[in-house]
């Protein structure tokens, strides 16, 4: 399962978006009448166009200096830096520790499992990890499974706080042992023949049980879910007290778990089971005794995979983990063989202060460092102006990384959070923000002769999803000049 689609930061509001700034030029044509006929202030709008080049010419420069929100946009800030200070090749490791002899199959203590910020220690790689657990002859455990998360130091978080809904995957918090970004999977395949769709939970959850089937209806695939009528009050016992539209044929369902700070538990436990492993005792929270070796080390997958899954679908959760890595990120130069990670764990706070001093030793003091939140945008409070963007996207464009970023960004009517745009098929590689009031776009934009352009446009307005034609309108403007 990979990290796709859980961007949309539900109706959360960004309030003021600062004192105006000079207007440099004035807007396409094409780009004020898409805003008049959404009933959207130029105002509401900030915009640069600048060719890609660092020092490069800029074609237009709108409100360029107002701080605004980004939303999901904030993510170009949190992937590059990782990419520069961690480097693409980067890998998480978790790591299994083993406190009692093996012996005939039974390890005669407790296993321990200590994550180490892996944002995509998703459902299979789960499975292939306890798969090579086994594979160093362990088949039954006297004591526990002990899950160590002690590389994060997090405040409590509530994931209905940010906008109510905190069965969105979107709202997950992040967990130095984040196992499938916290989301539990509902698969529903209809049988017509024996007038039922049969439900699969991904993954498994020990605890956990869901119904087998749900009755089909002959109605057209609108709302499913909704047709579904859910129940997650009981979170060990959903229930479906409607019917599954044949019309829809196969779908999934990810959802966050009603119970997130069990999920790890219900899906370390769930897995083992399935597997055929044996457990003496339960699987828990706690810390790896000192003094114990490795018994393995599992590495994700590499940092320019992530940085892919989170520009391209938009994944919250990953980004909030590549922030928090950036905390015990080497200090030495990036890419140093002998580097090594910090063993205190991270805090948003030590991460953002990582930031800040990335961002000032890569483009100047003189570009306003970004207002970062969580670094995945999906805050109220980020605020960042497009003079700053455009200087990031200079700098990446001119950089070793600019194949790894550019590569992981949506491309227009192609892939991503762009699949369906109709601005021009290929025609830009760009990342989306999407709040109830903010719409962004902010990449790079492909001229006929080869050469690319820079392109920041973020609107931030009560009715700024409807300014989306306008925004598209831009892109096709840059595409077009001279």
């Known amino acids: 399962m990979g990290g796709r689609g859980w961007d949309r930061g539900g109706t959360a509001a960004v309030g003021a978006v600062g004192a105006l700034a000079s207007v440099a030029q004035p807007l396409p044509p094409a780009v004020e009448q898409a805003l008049t006929h959404a009933r959207v202030p130029a105002s509401a709008l900030a915009a640069v166009v600048a060719d890609a080049e660092p020092g490069g010419r800029v074609l237009l420069a709108y409100r360029a200096d107002v701080p605004v929100n980004p939303a999901s946009v904030m993510k170009l800030v949190t992937t590059t830096a990782a990419l520069d200070l961690l480097g693409p090749a980067h890998t998480w490791r978790t790591a299994v520790y083993a406190d009692g002899p093996v012996r005939d199959g039974v390890l005669a203590g407790s296993l321990f499992l200590r994550g180490d910020g892996d944002p995509k220690l998703v459902t299979e790689r789960l499975w292939l990890l306890l798969r090579r657990v086994q594979a160093l002859g362990i088949r039954h455990i006297t004591g526990d499974i002990v899950l160590d998360r002690s590389a994060f130091a997090l405040p409590p978080h509530d994931p209905a706080a940010f906008d109510g809904e905190p069965l969105r995957p979107y709202n997950a918090a992040p967990d130095a042992l984040l196992i499938n970004f916290r989301a539990q999977v509902l698969t529903f395949v209809p049988d017509p023949g024996a007038g039922v769709a ?202 070793p990384w600019m194949p790894e970023l550019m590569a992981s960004l949506p491309a227009a009517g192609v892939d991503g959070t762009l699949r369906r745009s109709a601005m021009g098929r290929g025609l830009a590689h760009l990342k989306t923000g999407s709040l109830a009031d903010v719409q962004a776009l902010a990449g790079y934009v492909h001229l006929p002769d080869g050469r690319r352009r820079v392109l920041v446009a973020i609107v931030n307005h009560p009715q700024a999803r409807a300014a989306r034609p306008a925004i598209d309108a831009l892109v096709q403007w840059a595409a077009g000049q001279p």
Not at 276 to 295: H, K
Not at 304 to 323: E, G, P, T, W, Y
Not at 356 to 371: C, E, H, I, Q, S
């Open 198 to 399: 049969r439900v699969a939970l991904e993954p498994p959850l020990a605890e956990v049980a869901v119904p087998d089937t749900v009755p089909l209806s002959d109605g057209p695939c609108h709302d499913w879910r909704a047709a579904l009528q859910a129940d997650w009050s009981d979170p060990r016992r959903p229930r479906f007290a409607g019917r599954y539209p044949l019309a829809c044929g196969e779908r999934a369902w990810p959802i966050a778990h009603p119970e997130p700070d069990r999920l790890a538990a219900r899906a370390v436990a769930g897995m083992w089971a399935q597997l055929g492993g044996g457990l003496g005792g339960r699987v828990r929270d706690g810390t790896v005794p000192p003094g114990l070796a490795p018994r393995l080390l599992f590495d994700s997958v590499p940092l320019a995979d992530i940085v892919r899954d989170v520009n391209k679908f938009s994944n919250n959760v990953m980004a909030q983990h590549l922030l928090l890595t950036l905390a015990r990120a080497p200090r030495q130069p990036p890419l140093r063989p002998d580097a090594t990670v910090s063993s205190v764990p991270a805090t948003f706070e030590t991460a953002r202060a990582v930031l800040r001093d990335w961002w000032v030793t890569r483009l100047g003091a003189d570009v306003p460092v970004p207002v970062v939140d969580n670094g995945a945008g999906l805050s109220r409070g980020a605020r960042v102006t497009a003079n700053a963007l455009m200087h990031l996207l200079q700098w990446v464009y001119a950089s």
